[in-house]
C-alpha cells in the first residue's frame, strides 16, 4: 500500500504498529520518493516494546495527525477502524477491510453495528473482492457507495526471477505449498500425493514451505499427524519457515503450486495472495472452482479440483500433457497481472481524483466576485430530503475551492428559521432541493446578489408551490430532463432562460462491475409501486419470452405496495396488484420466474445478474434505473412514456411488450449482449455519468452574483 500510494503521487506517512527487530521490510520504503516511516515505540511515544493494540494505535494516529493533519488516513482492521471512527480522523479514513464476518451467524447486530460506524466514518472502504464488496453492501447499507475494490498487490521481491517457461521434461513433477498447515487447507491430504501420482505413472515430489501447524481442538491428534507425514520421506520436502523473499524463490523453482482446500472455504470472501503469487512467477496452481476463481482464471481452466481424486486427475493431466501445462501456466500468468503494483498505483489514482478534484479557476474567480479575498466560494443547500442529491453533495464537499453548508429541513415545511437565516448572511449561492417550502422561504429571505438555484422534480410540478414562488428572486430552475424543462415552462409561465436542464447523475464508476452468469436470460426492474410503474407490462413481457425460452426470469427490486400506507388505502391500487400477483401465482408461464428481493442501496451488486433493466411506466420524470442498469452493463429496454426518448436513444425504446420481447429475444439470441451493452454503458457514461453531471453543476455555481454594485462591481448586499 506504501509504494502504491507513493506511485499515485502522495506524501505518505507509514505508523509501524511493532518495534523494529529488522530492517528487512521496512528499509526498503525508507528509500521511497515522499515516504516517512514514523517508529512509535523508537521516537518514545509509548512505553513499551510490544505491538500497539487498538486502542493505543488510534490514540498514537490522533498525536501524529495532531502535528501536521492528513488528507486522508488508511487503516487495515476493523477493531483500528471502529476505534479511529470515533477520533478526528473520522472522514479522513480509507479503510481496508479484510476481516469482515463471512457468514450469516457470525454477522450478528454487533458486527453490523461496528462496520456502520466504520462506514460512517470512512470516505472509502476498499475491499479485497467484488464478492466481499457485494456482501458489505447487502448486510450493511450505509456501506453503499463507498465501497470500492482494491484487490491484493503482489511484489515480486528484487532480483528474483519467474519460473521459466516449459514442462519439467525430464524430472520429477515438482508441486509446491507455502503457509500454514492446518485442516482445512487440505495440507495433510496433501502429503500423500507424491504416493498416489506415483501409483498413476507420474513421478512427482511435494515441497512444504512453513512451519505453522494448527493444533485443532476438535482433532487433537492432528498436530501429530501432520509432523509425521511432513518427515514421512514419501517424496515429501520440508523446508520449514522461511522469509517471503526466500519461500517465494522456492515457489519459483517448482512447477505446480497447490491452493487446494475444503469445500468449507469456497465461500470466502478474500482472495489468497498466494495463487497471485504463483502467477507473478509462472507457476500454475491447482484450486477449488468457485465464481470468484472462475472470473479471475476462466471456467475451462484445466486445474480446478474439489476432491482428492479431482486433484489427482489435474495433475495426471498436466504431467503428461505439456500443453495443458503450458495453458494453465499461462492463464495464471494473465490472471496476476492486473494484481502488480502499477495496477495498484493506477487504481489509487483513480480514487484520489474522485476524492479530491482539482480545482477550478471560474470557481475561484465566482469566489473573488462575491468576497474580494475570498479563497473558497460558499454554497448552501437546503431541502427536507436530500436522497436525491447525495453524490453531488458529497463532490461539492470534496472540493477544494468551495465551502458547502446545509441546512437541513425537519420536514417539508418545517425548519430552524434562525439556522436559514444564518445560511442566508452566509452563502454565495443557495441550492433549494426540490421546489417546495424551502424554495419559497428562500426566495422571499434571500440577500441581494445571492444567487437562489432550485432543483424542480415531477413531484412539486403539481403542486401548488411553483405558483407561489416569486421567480423573479430565483436565478435558475434545474430539471432533470428536457421532456420535464419544456413541461416546467409550459405551465409555470417562467422564462425560459431560467429554467435548464442538469440531468440526474449516475455514478458510473460504482455501478461498472462484473456481470454473473446467466445475466442476459434475467430482466430486472426496480421499483413498482404505485401502479402507474406498471409492473404488469413487464409481466406481458416476461411471458412472452418465456413462451420460447424458460431461461428468462423477472427481479424485482423493490418495496412492496402495501409498505406504502399512502398507496394500499386507495381501493384501486389494491385491486390493481392483487389481480397481478393472482396472474403470478397462477400462471404456468410465469409461476417461479418473478423474483422479488427486498429493497435497499445494494443496486450495484443486485445489477450484476441483470442483463436487462425494463422500464414500462405510464410515465417518469428521468427514471434513473434504465441508466443505472446501462451503467451496470445491461441493456435498458422502455416503453415510450412521455419523454422518455429526450433522455435515452431511440433504440431501447419499444412500442408495446410484444416488441419489447421480441428486441430481448434477438439480441440474446443473435449473440448482440455483449456489444450492445457496451455501447449503452458508453451512452451514459458520457451523458450521465457522476464526472459529467459534477463538472455541470460546477461551472452552474461558479456562475457571477445575481446583481451587482455598477459604481463597484461588487456584489450588492443590503
Partial sequence: MVQALSRAGCEVTLVLKAPVRTGRLVDPLRGLPGVTVRSPHTERLIDSEVPMNPQTAAVILGRVDAERPFDLAVVRGRRLAGKLSHTALAGRLWTYLTDVPQSAGQFDNGAKGELRRIADASRLLLCQTEELRGFLEAAVPATAGKSVLFPPVVVLPDGLEPRPAGTPDGRALRLVYTGKFAPRWNTLEMCALPRLLGQRGVDAELHMVGDKIHDDPDDPGYADRMRTALESGEGVVRHGGHPRAEAMRLTAGCDVGLSWRHPEMDASLELSTKLLECGMLGVPVVLNRTPMHERLFGADYPLFAA??????????????????????????????AGFGLDAAAERLTGYLAETFPAPVEQVAAAAAAYRPGERKLRVGVAGHDLKFFTRLLDYLRSRPDMEIRVDHWAA??????????????????????????????????????????????????????????????????????????????EMTGWPAEKVVTVPNWVDDRQLDRPKLPGAQHHLGVIGIAPSRKRLDLAVDVLEELRRDDPRFTLFVKSKLPWEYWWIWQKDEEREHY????????????????????????????????????????????????????????????LLPWPGSDTIYDRRWIHDDPSAMAASIATTVALGRFESDAADAREQVRTAYGLDEVCRRWTDLLAQPPARTDARTGAPAVQ
Avoid at 410540478?461 to 420535464?484: G, M, R, T
Fill in 307 to 336: 476432491t482428492e481424486a479431482d486433484v489427482l486427475d489435474a495433475l495426471t493431466l498436466i504431467g503428461k500433457n505439456p500443453e495443458v501445462f503450458t495453458l494453465a501456466a499461462d492463464r495464471c500468468r494473465e490472471a496476476a
Fill in 412 to 489: 417539508l415545511k418545517a425548519h430552524d428559521a434562525d439556522r436559514s437565516r444564518e445560511m442566508v448572511e452566509w452563502a454565495d449561492v443557495v441550492i433549494c432541493e426540490w421546489c417546495g417550502p424551502n424554495a419559497l422561504w428562500y426566495a422571499k429571505n434571500k440577500r441581494e446578489g445571492q444567487r437562489l438555484v432550485v432543483r424542480l422534480h415531477r413531484f412539486e410540478l403539481y403542486a401548488p408551490w411553483p405558483k407561489q414562488l416569486d421567480i423573479e428572486a430565483v436565478d435558475q430552475v434545474i430539471c432533470v430532463s428536457p421532456h420535464y424543462t419544456d413541461l416546467t415552462r
Fill in 578 to 637: 392483487e389481480k397481478l400477483f393472482r396472474r403470478i401465482r397462477r400462471s404456468p408461464l410465469l409461476a417461479g420466474a418473478v423474483v422479488f428481493d427486498s429493497y435497499g442501496r445494494d443496486v450495484a451488486s443486485w445489477l450484476r445478474r441483470i442483463g436487462f433493466v425494463l422500464s414500462t411506466s405510464d410515465d417518469e420524470s428521468f427514471h434513473l434505473a434504465p441508466a443505472e442498469g446501462m451503467a451496470s452493463g445491461a441493456i435498458p429496454a
